[in-house]
């Protein structure tokens, strides 16, 4: 058996706080079986051609190296998603992992935008280059 999943760690932070009749309890513990579900389905379903390529791309992606790329070309928003549904098909993170782990991730890359538009610009020459 695996470790619990993302929304039975927040179901039990809630009920410490809330109480175990809590609704957001109830709510996460059901997105924690939902998780759990759609871990096993893919876990139990035979996939022999995709499991060397699936696990080679699990395996970059460890130590944030392939994260790393893909930042560099982010552009490539279809091998991330390929790199998402890895880590669920080597069992190395449950979907709702992924998903959380997505949304940082945008969040992140947001939050960089955001700063660099912010930084100042050099000025141009009229030939293009950038003055010193």
């Excluded at 993170?93 to 992924?98: F, I, K, L, T």
């Amino acid at each position: 058996m695996r470790s619990q999943t993302v929304g039975d760690a927040l179901a039990r932070r809630v009920e410490v706080r809330r109480g175990a009749a809590s609704r957001l309890a109830e709510a996460l513990r059901e997105l924690g079986a939902v998780d759990q579900a759609v871990y096993e389905a893919v876990a139990r379903t035979p996939t022999a051609e995709l499991d060397g390529p699936v696990r080679r791309l699990s395996d970059a992606a460890d130590r944030s190296r392939l994260w790393l790329g893909i930042a560099a070309v982010i552009a490539l928003r279809l091998l991330a998603a390929g790199v998402a549904y890895s880590r669920v098909h080597t069992g190395v993170h449950y979907p709702g992992d992924v998903m959380v782990g997505s949304i940082m991730g945008a969040g992140t890359a947001a939050m960089v935008a955001a700063v660099y538009d912010r930084l100042p610009q050099p000025r141009r020459r009229a030939g293009g280059a950038a003055a010193p």
